[in-house]
C-alpha cells in the first residue's frame, strides 16, 4: 500500500501556494498567490505530468477571453495556457488510481493575446489505490458527469453508445459489487439487505455464487405499500419481478414488517466467521449503480463484519418494529462517552429520542475547521442549527433539494436561504435541467427505475469533519441524517475517525460534486437573468480582463464563500 505521506502535499515557490491532495481518480489543488504577485494576473494555467503513461498536458477549461475565442460551443473546452483558471481550487478529475503526477502551475500575465507565464510552483503527488487497508471506496461518475459524459460518447444515450458508456459510468462501482460476491468461495456465505435488488448483472453474480456452493441469502425490501389510487408504490414489485425472472426465489427471502428496509450491504462470512462487508448507498438498479451518484465502502475488519451479521440476524426475523426491536439495535452500537479513532457500525431504526442523530449533529459542530455534508432530501433542524454559525470554520453543503416535504417547502426554503448568505457557507442545490441526451435518459430512468422516487443527481448520504487535518471523520451509509432513517427505517451508517486515506477520497469526490452542482446552478441562473427557458439558448460566460476577478477570493464578507475556501484550501499567506 502507498505511503500516506504522498498522498498529501502542500508546496510553496515564487509567491505561489498549492495544496495537493489525492483520492484515487481525484487530484484536488487549493491555490493561492502572494500580495505582491496579483497586480495584472489573469489566472493559472495547470500541466500534467503523469509519470506511469510518460503523458504531458495542459489543464482545459470552458471560460474564454472574449477577444481571442468570441464563439466557443456550448460543452467546448480550451487550455489554460491560454485561458488561465481564474479561481483558487481547481481539480482534475481524470487521474487514475495509483499513477505518480506533476502538476506544475503557471500564474499567467498580459494581454489575452500575449499572455506570459512569470511565476510557477510545482508539486509531485501519488493517487491513492483502489484497495486499501480496512476500507476500500467506489463512487460512480453517474449524473455528476453530464458534460463529459455528452463529449466522450458523442451525446448519445447509454444504451445506444453501447456497454463502454456503462462502464465509464459506473467507474468501478458495479465491479466492486460484483467483485465482492464473486470472491466467495465453497464453504463460505454471503448475507445481504438490499432495498432495491434488480439490476440483473449483479443479481446473476450471486446465482453463480451460490451454483459454487456459497450459501447466500439475500434479504429484499418487500414491504407493500400503495399509493391514493391503490397502485404499488416503492421496489418490492419489481424485486419480486426481477427474482423470478432470474430464477433465485430460494435464495431471496422479503423483509414485509419494516416501514422501509433502506439497507444496501453484504456480509462475506468464512465457514461461519463474518471478516468483511460491503455497504454504502447504492441500490442494485440501472439508475443506483450508472445515474445519480453512488457508492460502495468495503471495510475490511471483522468486528465490523460481525456486527452487520448480527444486524442482518435480526432483519431476517421480519419482526415489527416496536420499542423491543429498536433497543436491540441501540445495545448493537452505545454512543461512546469518548469519540477514539476506529470504525465504528450504527443500526436503525433506534429509540425514539433521536440519539444518533444528536450525536451526528455534534460530530457535524465539533469542525475545527471545515465541514461537508450531503442532503438528499432537505435538511434536519438539527444541522441547520450548526449551518447557521457565522465563524471561521467552512462549511459546504450539497442539496438535491431545499426542502424535506410539501408540508414544511416554505419553511425550509427560507431557512436555507439565510444560510446561504453566511460568507463562511456554501450550499449548492441540484438544477433538473435538460442539458443534453445524458440529462435525458436520466430523467427517463427516474420515471422507469425510479417510479415514486425524488433523487435525480445525489444519492449518497455522507459527512466529512476536517478533512484536511491530523482526525479527520468521515460518516456514510444508507441513512439520510433524517429522523426517519433514525427512528424508522432498517438503516445503516458507518463512523470513521483518523483515516486519512478514506477522507481523501470522499473529500476529492465531494469537490467533483461541487463542481457539476455550480455548474448547474450558474446555467439555471444565466437563463433565469435572461429570462430564457431552454439550455439550447446558453450564451458563452467569458474570462475577465482586469486582475478584478479576485476580488471576492480576498474580501472576507464575501457572501459566496470565496474568502473561506481559498483559506481553507491552500492554507494562509499574504493577503
Same mark, same amino acid.
Given at each position: 500500500?502507498?505511503?500516506?505521506?504522498?498522498?498529501?502535499?502542500?508546496?510553496?515557490?515564487?509567491?505561489?501556494?498549492?495544496?495537493?491532495?489525492?483520492?484515487?481518480?481525484?487530484?484536488?489543488?487549493?491555490?493561492?498567490?502572494?500580495?505582491?504577485?496579483?497586480?495584472?494576473?489573469?489566472?493559472?494555467?495547470?500541466?500534467?505530468?503523469?509519470?506511469?503513461?510518460?503523458?504531458?498536458?495542459?489543464?482545459?477549461?470552458?471560460?474564454?477571453?472574449?477577444?481571442?475565442?468570441?464563439?466557443?460551443?456550448?460543452?467546448?473546452?480550451?487550455?489554460?495556457?491560454?485561458?488561465?483558471?481564474?479561481?483558487?481550487?481547481?481539480?482534475?478529475?481524470?487521474?487514475?488510481?495509483?499513477?505518480?503526477?506533476?502538476?506544475?502551475?503557471?500564474?499567467?500575465?498580459?494581454?489575452?493575446?500575449?499572455?506570459?507565464?512569470?511565476?510557477?510552483?510545482?508539486?509531485?503527488?501519488?493517487?491513492?489505490?483502489?484497495?486499501?487497508?480496512?476500507?476500500?471506496?467506489?463512487?460512480?461518475?453517474?449524473?455528476?458527469?453530464?458534460?463529459?459524459?455528452?463529449?466522450?460518447?458523442?451525446?448519445?444515450?447509454?444504451?445506444?453508445? $453501447?456497454?463502454? +458508456? *456503462?462502464?465509464?459510468?459506473?467507474?468501478?462501482?458495479?465491479?466492486?459489487?460484483? =467483485?465482492?460476491? @464473486? /470472491?466467495?468461495?465453497?464453504?463460505?456465505?454471503?448475507?445481504?439487505?438490499?432495498?432495491?435488488?434488480?439490476?440483473?448483472?449483479?443479481?446473476?453474480?450471486?446465482?453463480?455464487?451460490?451454483?459454487?456452493?456459497?450459501?447466500?441469502?439475500?434479504?429484499?425490501?418487500?414491504?407493500?405499500?400503495?399509493?391514493?389510487?391503490?397502485?404499488?408504490?416503492?421496489?418490492?414489485?419489481?424485486?419480486?419481478?426481477?427474482?423470478?425472472?432470474?430464477?433465485?426465489?430460494?435464495?431471496?427471502?422479503?423483509?414485509?414488517?419494516?416501514?422501509?428496509?433502506?439497507?444496501?450491504?453484504?456480509?462475506?462470512?468464512?465457514?461461519?466467521?463474518?471478516?468483511?462487508?460491503?455497504?454504502?448507498?447504492?441500490?442494485?438498479?440501472?439508475?443506483?449503480?450508472?445515474?445519480?451518484?453512488?457508492?460502495?465502502?468495503?471495510?475490511?475488519?471483522?468486528?465490523?463484519?460481525? $456486527?452487520?451479521? +448480527? *444486524?442482518?440476524?435480526?432483519?431476517?426475523?421480519?419482526?415489527?418494529?416496536?420499542? =423491543?426491536?429498536? @433497543? /436491540?439495535?441501540?445495545?448493537?452500537?452505545?454512543?461512546?462517552?469518548?469519540?477514539?479513532?476506529?470504525?465504528?457500525?450504527?443500526?436503525?431504526?433506534?429509540?425514539?429520542?433521536?440519539?444518533?442523530?444528536?450525536?451526528?449533529?455534534?460530530?457535524?459542530?465539533?469542525?475545527?475547521?471545515?465541514?461537508?455534508?450531503?442532503?438528499?432530501?432537505?435538511?434536519?433542524?438539527?444541522?441547520?442549527?450548526?449551518?447557521?454559525?457565522?465563524?471561521?470554520?467552512?462549511?459546504?453543503?450539497?442539496?438535491?433539494?431545499?426542502?424535506?416535504?410539501?408540508?414544511?417547502?416554505?419553511?425550509?426554503?427560507?431557512?436555507?436561504?439565510?444560510?446561504?448568505?453566511?460568507?463562511?457557507?456554501?450550499?449548492?442545490?441540484?438544477?433538473?435541467?435538460?442539458?443534453?441526451?445524458?440529462?435525458?435518459?436520466?430523467?427517463?430512468?427516474?420515471?422507469?427505475?425510479?417510479? $415514486?422516487?425524488?433523487? *435525480?443527481?445525489?444519492?449518497?448520504?455522507?459527512?466529512?469533519?476536517?478533512?484536511?487535518?491530523?482526525?479527520?471523520?468521515?460518516?456514510?451509509?444508507?441513512?439520510?441524517?433524517?429522523?426517519?432513517?433514525?427512528?424508522?427505517?432498517?438503516?445503516?451508517?458507518?463512523?470513521?475517525?483518523?483515516?486519512?486515506?478514506?477522507?481523501?477520497?470522499?473529500?476529492?469526490?465531494?469537490?467533483?460534486?461541487?463542481?457539476?452542482?455550480?455548474?448547474?446552478?450558474?446555467?439555471?441562473?444565466?437563463?433565469?437573468?435572461?429570462?430564457?427557458?431552454?439550455?439550447?439558448?446558453?450564451?458563452?460566460?467569458?474570462?475577465?480582463?482586469?486582475?478584478?476577478?479576485?476580488?471576492?477570493?480576498?474580501?472576507?464578507?464575501?457572501?459566496?464563500?470565496?474568502?473561506?475556501?481559498?483559506?481553507?484550501?491552500?492554507?494562509?499567506?499574504?493577503?
Amino acid at each position: 500500500m502507498l505511503t500516506p505521506n504522498l498522498m498529501r502535499k502542500r508546496k510553496q515557490a515564487k509567491g505561489i501556494t498549492i495544496n495537493a491532495i489525492a483520492g484515487t481518480y481525484v487530484v484536488f489543488l487549493g491555490l493561492n498567490i502572494e500580495a505582491a504577485a496579483r497586480k495584472g494576473f489573469r489566472g493559472f494555467a495547470i500541466q500534467r505530468q503523469d509519470h506511469a503513461e510518460d503523458e504531458l498536458t495542459w489543464a482545459r477549461g470552458m471560460k474564454t477571453f472574449e477577444a481571442t475565442e468570441p464563439t466557443p460551443e456550448q460543452g467546448e473546452t480550451f487550455s489554460t495556457l491560454k485561458h488561465p483558471w481564474q479561481g483558487f481550487q481547481w481539480a482534475d478529475y481524470s487521474a487514475k488510481p495509483g499513477h505518480r503526477y506533476t502538476y506544475t502551475v503557471h500564474a499567467m500575465y498580459g494581454k489575452p493575446e500575449a499572455l506570459e507565464s512569470r511565476r510557477q510552483a510545482a508539486v509531485e503527488i501519488t493517487t491513492e489505490s483502489e484497495l486499501g487497508g480496512v476500507h476500500s471506496v467506489f463512487f460512480n461518475r453517474g449524473a455528476v458527469a453530464t458534460q463529459e459524459y455528452a463529449r466522450r460518447f458523442l451525446n448519445k444515450p447509454p444504451e445506444k453508445a $453501447g456497454p463502454g +458508456a *456503462y462502464e465509464w459510468l459506473s467507474r468501478g462501482l458495479a465491479e466492486s459489487i460484483i =467483485a465482492f460476491v @464473486d /470472491e466467495a468461495k465453497k464453504g463460505d456465505s454471503l448475507h445481504a439487505a438490499i432495498y432495491e435488488f434488480q439490476w440483473s448483472e449483479v443479481l446473476e453474480a450471486f446465482k453463480r455464487a451460490n451454483s459454487r456452493g456459497v450459501k447466500v441469502t439475500v434479504i429484499f425490501d418487500d414491504v407493500e405499500n400503495y399509493d391514493k389510487e391503490k397502485k404499488p408504490t416503492g421496489p418490492w414489485t419489481p424485486n419480486r419481478t426481477q427474482i423470478k425472472a432470474m430464477g433465485i426465489g430460494k435464495i431471496c427471502s422479503g423483509r414485509a414488517n419494516a416501514k422501509l428496509m433502506h439497507n444496501k450491504f453484504i456480509v462475506h462470512s468464512k465457514g461461519k466467521k463474518p471478516v468483511r462487508v460491503l455497504t454504502g448507498s447504492t441500490n442494485i438498479t440501472l439508475n443506483g449503480i450508472y445515474g445519480h451518484s453512488n457508492l460502495a465502502h468495503i471495510v475490511e475488519d471483522p468486528n465490523i463484519a460481525i $456486527g452487520f451479521k +448480527a *444486524y442482518w440476524d435480526r432483519l431476517k426475523k421480519d419482526l415489527k418494529i416496536d420499542n =423491543a426491536y429498536r @433497543d /436491540e439495535n441501540v445495545e448493537a452500537f452505545m454512543i461512546p462517552a469518548k469519540f477514539a479513532r476506529g470504525t465504528y457500525a450504527i443500526f436503525s431504526p433506534r429509540r425514539t429520542n433521536l440519539d444518533v442523530l444528536d450525536w451526528y449533529a455534534q460530530i457535524a459542530g465539533s469542525a475545527g475547521d471545515a465541514l461537508f455534508m450531503t442532503f438528499a432530501f432537505g435538511m434536519h433542524e438539527k444541522f441547520k442549527n450548526v449551518y447557521r454559525q457565522q465563524d471561521e470554520i467552512l462549511r459546504m453543503a450539497l442539496m438535491e433539494k431545499t426542502f424535506a416535504s410539501g408540508t414544511v417547502k416554505d419553511r425550509d426554503e427560507k431557512d436555507i436561504r439565510a444560510i446561504r448568505k453566511l460568507p463562511n457557507v456554501v450550499v449548492a442545490v441540484g438544477n433538473r435541467i435538460v442539458t443534453n441526451a445524458f440529462d435525458r435518459w436520466l430523467d427517463e430512468m427516474r420515471s422507469v427505475d425510479g417510479k $415514486g422516487k425524488h433523487v *435525480y443527481w445525489i444519492h449518497t448520504k455522507y459527512m466529512i469533519v476536517d478533512p484536511l487535518g491530523k482526525d479527520p471523520i468521515v460518516v456514510s451509509g444508507s441513512a439520510n441524517f433524517s429522523k426517519a432513517s433514525t427512528d424508522t427505517n432498517d438503516e445503516n451508517m458507518l463512523v470513521i475517525k483518523g483515516d486519512k486515506r478514506i477522507a481523501d477520497i470522499y473529500f476529492g469526490e465531494y469537490m467533483r460534486l461541487y463542481t457539476h452542482y455550480a455548474f448547474r446552478e450558474a446555467v439555471q441562473r444565466a437563463l433565469e437573468r435572461e429570462k430564457a427557458g431552454n439550455p439550447s439558448d446558453w450564451r458563452p460566460q467569458f474570462l475577465e480582463t482586469s486582475d478584478d476577478w479576485m476580488r471576492p477570493y480576498f474580501t472576507k464578507s464575501d457572501p459566496s464563500a470565496r474568502y473561506s475556501r481559498r483559506i481553507y484550501f491552500a492554507g494562509p499567506m499574504s493577503t
